[in-house]
């Protein structure tokens, strides 16, 4: 596996595991959406939440949430509104942004809530 895959999939489960401390609850992880896919997908309360996680190893280039361009946003927007497709209900939707700086020994996780509206 590639180590841009492998420190993916360590950022998801990051951010997973701290999302459900805070009492979310991850109802997907890497759902496809076309060729791309959405990090996590999970319920706060009745809020559906569309997760971007971003993690680095430094801020030197600046916070890795900075890396959630306008067009990423179009494309979560356009995917939250393809899986909403295939519920029953309509919850509300927001859109968070997971920032995690690791040096595999330590990390510092930036939560935002509600990072952009579509």
Excluded: C
């Amino acid at each position: 596996m590639a180590s841009h895959n492998e420190k993916g999939i360590r950022g998801e489960k990051i951010a997973a595991d701290y999302l459900r401390r805070k009492g979310y609850k991850i109802i997907r992880q890497n759902w496809r959406y076309h060729p791309k896919e959405v990090d996590l997908i999970a319920y706060d309360g009745e809020e559906l939440v569309i997760v971007e996680v971003k993690l680095r190893s430094t801020d030197y280039f600046g916070d890795p949430s900075e890396a959630v361009t306008l067009k990423k946003q179009q494309y979560l927007i356009q995917a939250a509104e393809a899986f909403l497709e295939t519920l029953e209900d309509e919850p509300e939707v927001r859109f968070d942004i997971v920032s995690i700086i690791s040096d595999n020994s330590d990390h510092t996780i930036e939560h935002i809530p509600d990072a952009f509206n579509p």
